[in-house]
């Protein structure tokens, strides 16, 4: 189906606005009357820039307090409508849409309504143009979808026809088993957002918290399946207020937008892009440092070896079970230190892999590659890190680990116990929280854990973790308390054991300090878990933090930070599925605590 | 009355707090348990610490789950509280608050939960301990005051009594007189919050939303003065809860506390500190610039002649009518240019309102005077901006303009019909706005007016005014989007006219640009408020703004702006009493097109 949004979801000028709708791939776009009138483009050049940018204006909006309203006031709302047929005329725009009205003069009177509304279309089919009918959720006497369509239906006019919003139908609640009811050429718009289910006044929820399709709580695939059922042909469209997304890059936000709508499409069974090739595990994580020997030093003492060199580019292979560590020595940002720049995920098919990320507009990255290394596909993440999709030493197709060679046997430490990286924990852009998530569903098929708050010393962390079913590949996105220090976020690597305690005295033994965790804590555990005395001794010794969940029990500690990287250690009995959220404040205090005592 | 914090309030480590709720004047604090266990600090070493800054730990909190459990949980719930217990001993605390249970397991039994709570008290009474219990408006049987006042007198013992907090009372909309019929020495604890008005689920409120008190929307004065008509002779003790001082700095949150509990004593009736000398207008706006030209060829342009010159500081006095610009050019940011240092408002005795603002705990700013200068007495608000206490001219007092010399008559310019300042509107640091406003309510007397939205092309600005009843100061607070950009922080001068289109004709005749407006504005104008033509042909050529109330009409445009200064241009008639915040969006989109094509 076609695909538009509402000029209003983006930030910058109306020109930025376009640009940037254009160039993600939008079809058309809704002009969003404040856009129109603060800016400096005249409707005519507005017409031409959508012209020349290929994008149709498939909507005006809104138009609001019309109908059925006392006798003198009709008149001067006709006179401000054809005021607004004049600006549609010159943007070359046919569809207008009127909002249910918020007055206090107007009449709870359907009749009326229906006869004003007819009225309007009668004006509106002289300049061509049709009028579509929404209720906004809050409206002052209509406010439901149904109700807006029985005075359309009463109005009987064929200029005149209903918009139906995924917002405004589903934040009341309201059955969307009743678009069936509506003729499919009545629907005149659909215009789709999503929201986090909050319990808040629907007018500030609607005006700061809409999100796109699949980054909310709401079935907005299931509405526009009824819609298309219904015989709705017309464009999708985005319409979001998002006090986020008002800040964000325009441009990131409209490919965000549309890869939402893509998703949608596939949820609604209006579409089939290739399906993704769901990770099985890490293949690796790759971090780059200017200055390796620092992290050279962590990844000695935590027990893994240094077991091969890339043939023709600066990169270290470290390894420990089925843990590997890519050390690039080439790249990095010497001010800020080591920081995590790229994952590998363990695939059955890197090319399916590969095509449903460029299906899901992952913007690929350019490789520079020798001649005899092994292909290997990578996209960009909404934060820049690098994705690569890997086949590791399998017989049937060339592995990535062939574009190493081995180092001498003496490199390869004493293993600590680590089987396998558990997670990887990505501090996300501030405004890129939302569409990380998105991009992790979409482009690897994980699901999406709930979205928590974490109190941090100096605010809260907000933080949601993606991760496939069988927790093979799981990515926690944190993001920081605000927008500004984008440029130093900090990512962390969770190495799985299966005895945190023996990997941690190793991992000491060897040099590398564990952060310290305040002794309080290890009292209030006790009170809250009465866990053994000598086990509890032993946590307190090494810093390992503890939480537990109906299912399981989780055991985990932290290195040091070296640049914007550190380790974690983790130990999961049972079925516990979390990552320590509990203990999330006492471990940010330690690290603050630690970070000004270096 | 004594005056306490929870360290919840504030952002940092638990030393940090401890020292920022010393420093603004507290006599105690309570001890939010999470601040501990996420603390290197033992007990004993908080103990000291409080100790050796002057504190009293009023409270430990809280305790959670406890009462109205089956039999077999009942046993383990007492072994934790033992185990706080001790916690509280080593700290030297003394009472500890039990909030209402919200565990699934609990049990509705007013009976039993009384039960339970004796038996915890006679433990607790063993250690010198008390319990204060607490509602928690979202308590799973227990929610209200009332209810757990009930159960407190239902279990008996001295050792056990209630805490109130006014938010949970608050917002759940219970009338706080039944205060009345708790004996004084039964209310432990009296904690303070305030919040905004929102309809939303009533814990995402309090955990995100909360305020100090005088800055949402609760009647906490009217509950303090029940709790006091009641007997309560304990501490005022603040618990807030909020996104923004998490962030913000320790020490200025910490007085804006402070701050707000020697409003609420005022309000409550519990003290009489100096009242405020409510101003009546304003005596100047002092701009500072490293290199003057510029503002001096604007001030020109706007009718303002140069009359003065400070006789010992280099600072010029520009005045049209009763508007007085100082031009102080050995001063300011040669990087940002030209900003607006300070404020002078006219009031009938100054001495007293600088008694009223050492009592509100504004800052004193220290002040280089020569000899024979006018004593002036300055205050620095939140925002750094520094706000003088003035009688112009009168015969009584020395005033300020006689530290001024005149300059030459021809240096006058032509007027250009300004007659006094209208209003300043100041940009806030992010994590100011709520402390701001409080600041000119406590110090100046000033009213507030709602807080608003306004839409940027690049974000949402909050902005809220503060006024005097008869609109004879009146003072914008706006916020940017999101903290980072506090640097740049832009302030404009609202200059009142009686004739702006004349006004606005003879500025731009000397040079001075005005801000365009976009022509599609200006329809939009005609389509809503049917405007002679003829009037909105000359507000189109002139780039005025139009905004009407219910009792006149604002007409206002804007001059370029220089570094982070620009002006605007206002003329009221009738009773219009906002600022046009209207046209906010409009005026923002042009200001942004103006920067990037200059």
Not at 478 to 492: E, F, I, K, Y
Not at 526 to 553: F, N, Q, V
Not at 575 to 597: F, P, S, T
Request: net charge negative; charged share 25%.
């Amino acid at each position: 189906m076609r695909k538009s949004i509402a000029t209003v979801s983006l930030s910058g000028s109306l020109s930025e606005k376009l640009t940037a709708i254009a160039t993600a791939g939008f079809d058309g776009v809704e002009i969003f009357e404040n856009d129109l009138l603060a800016g400096p483009l005249s409707p005519e050049e507005i017409r031409l820039r959508c012209a020349d940018l290929g994008l149709s204006i498939d909507l005006y909006q809104p138009f609001r307090d019309f109908e059925a309203v006392p006798g003198d006031r009709l008149a001067r709302n006709l006179r401000r409508a054809e005021r607004k047929f004049d600006v549609m005329e010159r943007l070359g725009a046919d569809l207008l849409l009127v909002c249910s009205s918020v007055a206090p003069e107007a009449v709870d009177d359907d009749v009326l309504a229906a006869e004003h509304l007819r009225l309007l279309a009668e004006r509106a089919e002289r300049h061509g143009i049709r009028i579509a009918y929404e209720a906004l959720a809050w409206g002052r006497h209509v406010s439901t979808y149904d109700h807006a369509w029985r005075i359309v239906e009463l109005a009987g006019h064929p200029a005149l026809g209903t918009c139906l919003d995924s917002f405004h139908i589903l934040s009341r609640g309201s059955d969307p088993k009743g678009i069936a009811d509506i003729p499919g050429e009545k629907i005149f718009f659909l215009q789709l957002a999503d929201a986090p289910l909050m319990a808040m006044d629907v007018l500030q929820w609607s005006r700061h918290y809409r999100c796109f399709p699949g980054q909310g709580g709401f079935d907005v695939a299931g509405l526009v399946a009824a819609a298309v059922r219904a015989g709705y042909t017309g464009p999708l469209s985005l319409e979001v207020f998002n006090d986020v997304f008002r800040q964000a890059g325009a441009a990131s936000t409209a490919v965000d937008a549309l890869r939402s709508l893509l998703l949608l499409e596939e949820s609604a069974g209006l579409s089939a892009p290739p399906a993704p090739a769901v990770p099985s595990g890490f293949a690796f994580a790759e971090l780059t440092a200017a200055d390796p020997e620092p992290l050279r030093g962590v990844l000695g003492a935590l027990g893994f070896g240094r077991t091969g060199r890339h043939t023709s580019k600066p990169v270290e292979l470290w390894e420990q079970g089925e843990a590997r560590i890519l050390l690039n020595t080439g790249a990095g940002d010497r001010r800020q230190g080591p920081a995590l720049a790229a994952i590998g995920v363990e695939t059955s098919d890197p090319d399916r892999a590969a095509q449903r990320a460029e299906a899901m507009l992952a913007p690929v990255v350019p490789r520079r590659r020798a001649r005899g290394d092994a292909p290997l596909d990578a996209v960009a993440a909404p934060d820049g890190t690098e994705l690569f999709f890997c086949r590791t030493d399998r017989s049937d197709l060339p592995s990535w680990t062939g574009d190493f060679t081995g180092v001498p046997q003496h490199e390869a430490a004493e293993p600590a116990g680590i089987g396998r990286i558990d997670h990887i924990a990505l501090t996300q852009p501030w405004h890129q929280f939302d569409e990380a998530s998105l991009f992790y569903r979409g482009v690897l098929g994980l699901e999406a854990d709930d979205s928590l708050d974490l109190a941090d010393t100096y605010g809260l962390r907000r933080s949601r973790a993606v991760a496939t079913a069988d927790g093979g590949v799981r990515i926690a996105l944190n993001v920081a308390p605000a927008p500004g220090d984008d440029d130093a976020r900090l990512q962390h690597i969770a190495l799985a054991t299966d005895d945190i305690i023996a990997t941690a005295r190793r991992v000491r033994a060897r040099g590398a300090g564990l952060l310290p965790i305040p002794v309080n804590y290890y009292d209030d555990l006790d009170a809250r878990y009465e866990l053994d005395p000598h086990i509890l001794a032993t946590l307190a010794e090494l810093g390992i933090l503890y939480d537990r969940d109906e299912s399981g029990e989780f055991f985990h500690c932290y290195t040091a930070t070296v640049g914007r990287v550190f380790f974690e250690l983790v130990q999961r009995t049972g079925g516990y599925r979390g990552y320590g959220a509990q203990n999330a404040a006492v471990r940010l205090a330690a690290q603050h605590a630690h970070q000004h005592a270096v």
